[in-house]
């Protein structure tokens, strides 16, 4: 199947810095991209579809300008948590669609990157 | 807006022993159903989906659900599970061609030898 994957798996940093996660369709190309974020003991929540060449969409109680999604290319999308406080502090995972499949609706997930805010 | 339900948080079997974990979701109109498996320390990973046809839907690894429209629910079952499926189970829904796709809080399977 599709491959996703994320970078880094784990980050920590210090309260007001920005971190920025990578997300890559390793062998196919993806227009559309999604990131989520799962808090614990709590289902994935979606925060943004990210689309290729254009802006992101944020779903509704998302910051755009705390979390910033750049899709400069086919196979990678960004996601930047700008001035980052603890309770920005989660578990956010990607996922895309590989159109090649002719399978329009299924996604498929990266690993994730742990974010932890001190 | 759509939710999705699983009701079993976390599911304690013996290996060889039959599973069946419970989804439901409320939406009114056409979905897109899916299962997701987390094996420890892996990624989400699909299982099988269910977009139209067949009500009873064969995944991967012996694993199975059935779309019980009237029910609003897509249970997953396996006859007989193996201490390997131990993982985090989700439950997940979408409309048709909609982006957002809403998951259940997951149900922890732990399969003992």
């Known amino acids: 199947g599709a491959v996703v994957s994320q970078h880094p798996s784990r980050v920590i940093c210090k309260s007001g810095t920005s971190v920025k996660i990578e997300c890559r369709s390793l062998d196919f190309q993806a227009t559309t991209m999604f990131w989520y974020r799962q808090f614990p003991k709590q289902s994935l929540m979606l925060m943004a579809t990210?689309?290729?060449?254009?802006?992101?969409?944020?779903e509704q109680g998302v910051e755009k300008d705390k979390f910033l999604i750049n899709h400069a290319s086919l196979t990678l999308s960004t996601l930047t948590v700008t001035s980052a406080h603890p309770e920005d502090s989660s578990f956010y995972i990607c996922s895309a669609r590989d159109p090649g499949t002719g399978d329009q609706e299924t996604q498929y997930f990266g690993p994730g990157t742990r974010l932890l805010v001190l | 807006a759509q939710s999705v339900s699983q009701h079993n948080h976390h599911v304690i079997l013996s290996e060889a022993a039959s599973l069946e974990l419970g989804c439901n979701y409320s939406y009114g109109g056409t979905v897109n159903l899916f299962w997701y498996v987390q094996y420890p320390g892996q990624h989400l990973q699909l299982l099988l989906k269910y977009f139209s046809g067949d009500p009873l839907v064969k995944g991967i690894k012996g694993f199975e659900a059935e779309f019980i429209k009237s029910k609003f629910s897509f249970n997953l079952r396996k006859p007989s599970v193996q201490w390997s499926d131990t993982a985090e189970y989700f439950c997940a829904v979408n409309a048709p061609w909609a982006n957002n796709l809403f998951f259940g809080t997951g149900t922890r399977l732990t399969v003992i030898p």
């Open positions: 990210s689309n290729e060449g254009s802006k992101a969409t944020y």
